[in-house]
């Protein structure tokens, strides 16, 4: 099981808008709407900020959105923010054979 | 609810990697809920190593059977990782978290193991 392709990084400027993407199969990302990111600041653990593809836990503000198109997943941040810059991932539960979920690569996003 | 990993820092190649989750403000013997262990080596990228049910079944990563056991003990509300046979690319730090809604919304502070002589 390979894991999901994610960029190395991606930057932009405060008040810019940064999409990640997230790309699987149709054994994982494309055969489930059960995809979920994670924002990990340096040294502390991942935080959940969307699950099943698109919804947002109580307390992420809404300048994080998740989408997904075919087996390529995304997540959006608007209105981009200097406390935005960490690691992010994507995770997506999958059948394929005995695994139970696949994690992404990771994509440092680093504001400018 | 609050994930808490506990064991040694250190631990020598070729033995046995032991790790325990105390969970408060939840019960694992709660009706359908998993718990599980994620860990990331320093500088890389997040790796499931693998569930275990309420009722005591397991899943673990195929990367890892054969090495790894995950168990519950019910009585202290703990859950644990056992991971033998370890060499250098096990070190790593180690999370507990639970999943839920086939994501991972609690995740204890993680631990650093490191696998050296």
């Known amino acids: 099981q390979s894991a999901l392709t994610q960029p190395p990084s991606v930057s932009g400027s405060p008040g810019q808008s940064v999409t990640i993407s997230c790309t699987g199969t149709?054994?994982?990302?494309?055969?489930?709407?059960?995809v979920s990111w994670y924002q990990q600041p340096p040294g502390t653990a991942p935080k959940l900020l969307i699950y099943?593809?698109?919804n947002r836990p109580s307390g992420v503000p809404d300048r994080f959105s998740g989408s997904k198109s075919g087996n390529t997943a995304s997540l959006t941040i608007s209105g981009l923010q200097a406390e935005d810059e960490a690691d992010y991932y994507c995770i997506s539960y999958t059948r394929s054979s005995t695994f139970v979920y696949v994690f992404g690569t990771g994509t440092k996003v680093t504001v400018l | 609810l609050q994930l808490q990993e506990s064991g040694p820092g250190l631990v020598k190649p070729s033995e046995t990697l032991s790790l325990i989750c105390s969970v408060s403000?939840?019960?694992?013997?709660?009706?359908?809920?998993?718990w599980g262990w994620i860990r990331q080596p320093p500088g890389k990228g997040l790796e499931w190593i693998g569930n275990i049910y309420y009722t005591g079944s397991t899943d673990y990563n195929p990367s890892l059977k054969g090495r790894v056991t995950i168990s519950g003990d019910t009585s202290k509300n703990q859950f644990s990782l056992k991971l033998t046979s370890v060499t250098a690319a096990d070190t790593a730090i180690y999370y507990c978290?639970?999943?839920?809604?086939?994501?991972?919304?609690?995740w204890g502070q993680g631990t650093l193991v490191t696998v050296s002589s």
């Open positions: 403000g939840g019960s694992i013997s709660t009706t359908n809920s998993y």
């Open positions: 978290a639970r999943p839920r809604d086939y994501c991972f919304d609690d």
């Open positions: 099943y593809v698109s």
């Open positions: 149709s054994s994982d990302v494309g055969g489930y709407d059960r």
